[in-house]
């Protein structure tokens, strides 16, 4: 009798107490770690929203990086193993959908419900003093000597280097990948020559195109973009096939435990979709060549569900995935 | 006209700093931050300027957020000499070369004085690579564009050798050994190139291979402080603080050094991807062999400290040129520099606002003159750091040290792995191995691994490309010319020669 009266006076205390906590989040600060490295896309973008965020929260974020691994797996299990109560956010990209197929951990991408935020398209470019003025003359010349033009991009089964997958097989044509650390040395790798064309995103390489550093070719979008008054044509006019590979698009934003309870994601949506909303975010989206996305929850997930299976399968397909998609039951895309 | 504009805008910048009343504020509050950073064993510049960031985010307006930012990198850089000098701990991986010479000086009771010269040298270090940016930064990238893969993979080859030839008490091959074992270490974890797994052991902890700060404090400070608690008192002789403050002619008579430690430092800091730590060791290998009393260094020369120090914090000043011109960093610091940049909306790169570059230079001057002031005020209270009881000091520096190993973020881990190579390190010290060039051959180990593989993967495998590049060739015949100077017959020849 005395056990049942403890016992359901620590079911209520237990009990009670989430419920308190539920309904009173957040009372504490919210601490948000970033997977990817100081000054990164990833990085810069979460510092941004989530300074937006707190605007419209009674508590503090902080942001801190959590970096290493396979693909940020260090990160990931760092905030996966923090109590799912909302207060431990992870900064993340499209990238980290490759973990589990890397061997970085054992998770899918269902365990987060994520919030993107956006991403800035990917584009092909070429150094300033290069004699290819078109991406026509470039394919020309790779056609003639297969395999033997170096293109550099960051490594194995990055979002940059699956463009570059794609337009080889949209152009039918193939380069001599050169694999980099991030976009920033391989960018730099295009300005020492070491590589005769680089693939990344219009935010990373916009500063050095209107330096006349680098010259770009074309973008691996649907549209042309315009960048101070110079047009970027869409490379899917000169070769259609594109379209069966292309667009594949960064996604950058954080997430939330999925197991997180209902109304902290609540919480978090409503102050995300505020911050998305404001003129400072936009501003900053404008001046830096993203394209906002603000998708959250299910529609996120989806998102992210389309990329892990068209990473993961392509990884497989290139023999440098360690573990079966199929074992992780991810779908073909 | 085209020469002044810089210098004005630079001027307009100052004036404007100086007449902020929060500027002082903003600097004296972060230089202070980064020294203490910078001496506390393994909390480093990259960090003290991530939390910086963290705190400022696009809270306050840049200019002033920058004022901390660049203070607390300076400080921290300086501030790494201080254990370094009076412990043989340095505080951070910048300050690993300064130890050679301002541990020995310790011992012998010159502490102040190391400390003073040290302050001296960061000053006109820091103002050094500042003024290259301000006025050379162009000439400087059109360097740098030329060091493509080999000559980078050929530069960290050369960097892990010399460390091995410089810190050998008895033979150099002893130094080669340890910076070999360094370079294995680097092995580990994920290949830079095709992201294929090595010496896991299926351990997913391994993938990401050895983290320099947890090595860098398991190298210096575990046998250091098992050496201590064995000994029972430290291991200097009894302080004399003196005369801190270095007299004028002690600095002029050594401008040379300066000079040349300082001109290595902003070059080996515009090289994206190399920074402070190993513009500390290249300078210092190149003291040793061009100075006059090059035979005294890693005795206690203050030529010797001189070059490591002057060249580390000159390295702020070229790993700032590729990331204002080109947004690109010049160094782990100068990443974390670009985040906050960025986040408030400057993308810099060639279209930068060039008054922005002037701002930037306004402040590392005020920055290093507010470090002068402040290292030779703190000199006086750091030293009494050797009058404490070992026995109640060392465990403090273990706590620290521990903690620092845990701040990179790899866990439980990082500790064993500190632990780990703290024992052999010990082991290997008993046996007059050298240390720091295992210590060298992890933190360059990963850049050569990643650069040669790639110059091959370029060339089909060719290694004639190391031949026909004219940088890469004079390099490989610095490399060759090191290995064949230890060779018994060819050494021979060379003493008679001179």
């Known amino acids: 009798m005395k056990l049942m009266k403890f016992a359901a006076l620590a079911a209520a205390l237990v009990f009670g107490a989430s419920e308190a906590s539920a309904q009173d989040y957040p009372f504490r600060d919210i601490t948000t770690a970033v997977v990817w490295g100081a000054g990164g896309g990833t990085d810069t973008i979460n510092r941004m929203i989530m300074a937006e965020m707190e605007k419209h929260l009674p508590v503090s974020v902080s942001v801190i990086n959590q970096t290493g691994g396979v693909a940020g797996s260090n990160g990931m299990v760092y905030v996966f193993n923090q109590p799912d109560d909302g207060y431990t956010l992870v900064g993340l990209s499209e990238s980290n959908v490759t973990a589990a197929v890397q061997g970085g951990w054992d998770q899918k991408f269902s365990v987060w419900y994520p919030f993107i935020v956006g991403g800035s398209p990917d584009l092909i470019s070429v150094p300033a003093d290069s004699p290819y003025n078109t991406l026509e003359e470039l394919i020309e010349a790779a056609k003639a000597a297969p395999g033997t033009i170096p293109a550099g991009a960051s490594g194995s089964g990055s979002i940059h280097h699956l463009n570059l997958l794609a337009l080889e097989n949209g152009s039918e044509v193939t380069f001599k990948f050169i694999p980099y650390k991030g976009s920033a040395p391989s960018q730099e790798a295009a300005l020492t020559g070491e590589v005769q064309l680089v693939v990344t995103s219009l935010a990373e390489q916009q500063p050095l195109i209107a330096g006349g550093k680098l010259r770009p070719l074309a973008m691996l979008t649907p549209d042309d973009a315009t960048l101070g008054d110079t047009t970027i044509p869409t490379a899917f006019t000169a070769y259609p096939d594109l379209a069966n590979y292309l667009p594949l698009k960064q996604a950058i934003g954080f997430a939330v435990h999925a197991s997180a309870p209902a109304n902290a994601k609540a919480v978090l949506t409503e102050a995300f979709e505020k911050a998305m909303a404001s003129p400072t975010v936009a501003e900053w989206a404008k001046t830096n060549f993203y394209d906002l996305s603000g998708a959250s929850g299910d529609e996120a997930s989806a998102i992210f569900a389309t990329l892990e299976s068209t990473f993961a399968w392509t990884l497989w397909d290139l023999e440098t995935a360690k573990v079966d998609p199929a074992e992780l039951s991810i779908a073909k895309p | ?498």
């Not at chain 2, 000159?314 to 080109?326: E, K, Q, S, T, W």
Request: charge should be neutral; hydrophobic fraction near 55%.
């Open chain 2, 1 to 498: 006209m085209d020469v002044l504009a810089p210098l004005l805008g630079f001027f307009d910048s100052l004036l404007m700093l100086l007449s902020e009343p929060e500027t002082y504020l903003y600097l004296v509050a972060s230089v202070f931050l980064g020294i203490v950073f910078g001496a506390l064993p393994g909390l480093t510049a990259t960090l003290a300027v991530t939390i910086l960031t963290g705190f400022f985010g696009n809270k306050v307006p840049i200019e002033q957020s920058l004022i901390a930012l660049l203070g607390a990198y300076v400080g921290a850089i300086y501030g790494g000499s201080f254990p370094s000098i009076l412990l043989n701990i340095p505080g951070t991986a910048a300050s690993a070369a300064t130890a050679m010479d301002g541990h020995p000086l310790t011992k012998q009771g010159l502490g102040g004085r190391a400390i003073g010269i040290t302050t001296t040298a960061s000053f006109f270090g820091t103002l050094f690579g500042t003024l290259c940016l301000l006025s050379f930064s162009g000439l400087l990238l059109a360097i740098a564009q030329n060091i493509a893969s080999p000559e980078k993979a050929l530069l960290a080859l050369f960097g892990i050798l010399l460390s091995g030839a410089l810190m050998s008490s008895d033979l150099v091959i002893k130094g080669w050994i340890a910076g070999m074992i360094g370079l294995g270490m680097a092995m580990v974890g994920l290949d830079p190139i095709l992201s294929e797994a090595r010496f896991t052991f299926d351990w997913a902890y391994l993938l990401s291979g050895f983290q320099v700060v947890p090595v860098l404090m398991g190298a210096f400070a575990v046998p250091q402080i098992i050496e201590g608690l064995v000994a029972g008192r430290m291991i200097a002789a009894a302080p004399k603080i003196g005369r801190i403050t270095p007299s004028a002619g002690e600095v002029v008579a050594r401008s040379g050094t300066v000079m040349r430690s300082s001109a290595i430092g902003v070059g080996v800091g515009a090289l994206p991807g190399v920074g402070e730590d190993v513009a500390g060791w290249v300078s210092y290998g190149v003291g040793k062999s061009v100075s006059k009393d090059g035979a005294r260094f890693g005795k206690g020369s203050l030529s010797g400290l001189l070059s490591a120090e002057t060249a580390n914090n000159a390295a702020i000043g070229g790993a700032m040129i590729p990331l204002l011109v080109l947004g690109i960093p010049g160094s782990p610091p100068a990443a974390a520099l670009l985040g906050a940049l960025k986040i408030n909306n400057i993308v810099p790169g060639p279209t930068i606002d060039p008054s922005l570059i002037h701002h930037v230079v306004a402040i590392l001057v005020l920055a290093s003159a507010a470090m002068l002031l402040m290292g030779l005020a703190l000199a006086r209270l750091f030293i009494r750091i050797l009058t404490l009881s070992p026995t109640l000091f060392l465990p403090v520096v273990m706590a620290l040290t521990t903690i620092g190993s845990f701040s990179v973020g790899g866990g439980v881990n990082d500790l064993f792995l500190m632990i780990i190579v703290g024992l052999v390190a010990f082991v290997m010290g008993k046996m007059a191995y050298p240390i720091a060039p295992l210590v060298i051959g992890v933190i360059l180990g990963g850049l050569f691994d990643e650069t040669f593989r790639r110059t091959l993967l370029l060339s089909d495998g060719e290694l004639s490309v190391f031949f026909s590049r004219p940088g890469a060739l004079l390099l490989l015949v610095l490399n060759v010319g090191l290995v064949f100077s230890q060779i018994g017959p060819v050494k021979n020849s060379l003493k008679r020669l001179t």
